[in-house]
């Protein structure tokens, strides 16, 4: 591998991609070698600490395995490498061809986490736009976007992560702070230690659950109860913002008068949590607000019912007045960058973007078309054919539901293109593999909507043979006769120069600014001055755009399935989705430090359901869905780690692929988010 650094010694200050918090860091390079990864002690989202993940970041950029040129299917399977430009010019071709045999929208981009978000969706966006289809997949919409759509529905502006610090009670629901969310420990340490209480809801009894004053564990699915339960205490108690309500809310007397059945102890028969609890929890909430922070994680969209439940707990901040604040619900101001993204064009007669006839509310509201019916339409299935697949970045034939579904449909796709650092699961499964470059070798702006700064990533160094994001889409997109339109700027910097046109603020700024840039001050309660960007203008506790759907106008709850079906043969219930603290999703498996710590898949299981299945640690055990099995060691835990019935799979291990047992066909009727948290399965000991 021939690396380039941008300097031969000294430290260049970025920002780590390792995950999705964008922490501010510093990293060394000696004699041309890029040798440490150290915090940087000036950035306001992590304010001088990084997670063990951040270092690992350098073991990926040097790592033996790691993608430098790209690879091309043989006809038995196997992998040849081929020279980028003819592996481009072939790509182009093959596009070109199933453009012209089955109409551009037989074409669809997908975007993952794993090479970068923000600037990279918006070349996916712009390409797959520029190429007629509207056909843009992300791994968002399985994970984000249903929360997402959750505040949006009701306040009209999309959900940030609350500034903790100054917060006097945090409610984290579904939520694994230290793991999802490493920098945001340092904020809820600091209101700690000021007095703040904490309340955390989970299924799982996870680390900030141990910290908290009230840890309550509902079964799986049943957020939107404890909800409810709580809306109920604060309006049978008078305990609101009456003024907000008064003002600024519709729909407040039909949320009071659903409220009245969700009595702490019909939340109990619901959800499994004590009466008490609701009341307690309810007290803590009147007792501090508004300044409260509740903050739902992964964990309650990933369910039937998850937006609903989201809309539900987005009600409670609002009665408790906690909106607009830095601590709960911001409406965060954008700069005024351009934008990449273009007009949809118009389609043929018939012809829709994938899922937008289902998830009408995914498509419009958060403009993503629905991965799992792209399954469907590759395999015949349903609508029109989509043929080929561009992935950056992503790996669904590990994280997306119904892995099997997903693996037939990969193979049956006449142009299948996926940029990866390493060759993942579905990278075996492409007809090309191009090697992507990590975060340390592009220059992008990244926009921090929670303290309205932006920075910019500096490049640290090039790899010989190795495209960035934005020359990948640029050189495919000249192939195919769109790219001196739509990709005009040369290179990276040009893109950043246009996105900054019309700020005020200049790529040489960013020089003597790497901690980022203010673009305008937080400004909080900014409804006292303007409608909300509803369509009332105002908190919608009730959706009139819902109801005109035919979906829920009320975030109503409803029990999960397996709860309402009750059934003998499938008497366990399967959560999944979360992630290891060394792991992000699928990624950093092959790094061996982390291997040596999360070792392998494990089902965890109580210990009740251990002896009756005569399993121990250790032990090899079936799980069987309605849709498929897999075979995982079992890890007994403490017996207030789970529920007796509940067991736990944390999700992307390449070889043990729990999603064989997750169903594609169960979403939430609004995001159309699959079922990952309430999966009714049996389970056998091996
Ligand atoms: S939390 Fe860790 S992995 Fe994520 S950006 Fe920060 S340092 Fe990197």
Not at 53 to 62: E, G, I, N, P
Not at 221 to 228: H, I, V
Not at 414 to 432: E, G, P
């Amino acid at each position: 591998m021939q690396v380039h650094p941008e300097i031969q010694n000294g430290e260049v200050q970025t920002l780590c991609r390792m995950c999705d918090s964008r922490c501010g860091i510093r990293v060394r390079i000696e004699n041309g070698v890029l040798t440490d990864i150290r915090p940087a002690e000036n950035m306001p989202v992590n304010r001088g600490r990084i997670c063990p993940r951040s270092k690992a970041a350098l073991q990926v950029f040097y790592h033996p395995d790691r993608l430098t040129r790209p690879l091309k299917k043989k006809r038995d399977g196997g992998f040849e490498t081929i020279e980028l430009a003819r592996a481009l010019d072939e790509i182009a071709e093959r596009i070109q061809a199933v453009k012209d045999a089955f109409g551009p929208q037989a074409m669809g981009v997908w975007k993952g986490e794993a090479v970068g978000f923000q600037q990279q969706e918006e070349y996916v966006r712009r390409f797959v736009g520029a190429l007629g289809s509207p056909n843009y997949f992300s791994n968002d919409s399985a994970c984000f976007k249903g929360r997402d759509l959750g505040h949006r529905l009701v306040t009209g502006f999309g959900m940030q992560i609350p500034d903790f610090s100054n917060s006097g009670l945090i409610v984290l629901i579904g939520t694994n702070t230290p793991v999802c969310h490493p920098p945001f420990m340092g904020e809820l340490a600091d209101a700690r230690a000021q007095g703040a209480r904490l309340v955390v809801v989970d299924p799982r009894l996870n680390p900030i659950g141990c910290l908290a004053d009230i840890y309550a564990q509902p079964v799986p699915g049943t957020d939107g109860a404890f909800a409810w339960g709580l809306i109920n205490q604060l309006i049978q108690k008078g305990a609101y913002d009456k003024e907000l309500v008064n003002r600024h809310v519709v729909g407040f007397d039909r949320v009071a008068d659903y409220a009245k059945t969700f009595t702490p102890r019909h939340v109990e028969m619901q959800s499994g949590i004590l009466a008490g609890v609701v009341v307690r929890t309810a007290e803590l909430l009147i007792a501090s607000m508004p300044n409260v922070s509740v903050f739902c994680g992964a964990g309650v969209e990933h369910n039937e019912g998850g937006v609903n439940a989201v809309r539900a707990y987005v009600i409670l901040s609002c009665l408790c007045g906690a909106v607009d604040l830095h601590s709960n619900l911001f409406w965060a101001e954008p700069p005024a960058l351009n934008d990449l993204r273009l007009d949809p064009v118009p389609l043929p007669d018939g012809c829709e973007p994938i899922g937008s006839r289902q998830f009408p509310v995914l498509y419009k509201r958060a403009h993503e078309c629905h991965t799992m019916i792209a399954m469907d339409h590759i395999l015949g299935l349903d609508g029109y054919p989509l043929r080929g697949l561009l992935m950056t970045g992503a790996n669904p034939a590990v994280t997306n539901p119904n892995t099997r579904k997903v693996r037939q449909a990969f193979d049956a796709l006449d142009i299948f293109v996926v940029s990866d650092f390493f060759l993942t699961a579905t990278a075996r499964q492409a007809h090309y593999v191009l090697p992507a470059g990590t975060f340390l070798e592009r220059s992008e702006l990244h926009v921090f909507h929670k303290f309205q700064q932006m920075a910019l990533t500096r490049r640290v160094a090039r790899v010989e043979g190795v495209l960035n994001e934005y020359t990948l889409w640029r050189e495919l997109a000249l192939r195919l006769g769109f790219g001196e339109t739509y990709f005009p700027w040369p290179d990276e910097s040009d893109v950043n120069r246009y996105l900054l046109r019309g700020t005020g603020i200049s790529l040489e700024d960013f020089a003597d600014h790497p901690e980022g840039i203010a673009y305008l001050p937080v400004r909080e309660r900014k409804y006292l001055t303007r409608p909300f960007p509803t369509p009332s203008g105002k908190l919608e506790f009730v959706s009139s755009y819902l109801k005109s759907l035919g979906l829920d106008e009320l975030p109503v709850y409803r029990p999960p399935r397996y709860r309402r079906d009750g059934s003998n043969e499938y008497p366990f219930v399967l959560t999944t989705g979360g992630r290891k603290t060394l792991l992000y999703h699928s990624c950093h498996q092959n790094i061996p430090g982390f291997r040596e710590i999360h070792r392998d898949a494990e089902v965890e299981i109580h210990p009740e359901d251990a002896a009756s299945l005569n399993v121990q640690t250790g032990d090899a055990v079936r799980i069987i869905s309605r849709i498929g099995a897999i075979e995982i060691r079992a890890r007994v835990v403490h017996h207030s780690e789970l529920r007796p019935g509940v067991v736990e799979v944390y999700h992307g291990w390449e070889d043990t692929p729990i999603n064989l047992v997750t169903p594609d066909s169960v979403n939430d009727p609004i995001s159309g988010f699959p079922l990952l948290k309430g999966v009714p399965v049996k389970i056998e000991k091996a």
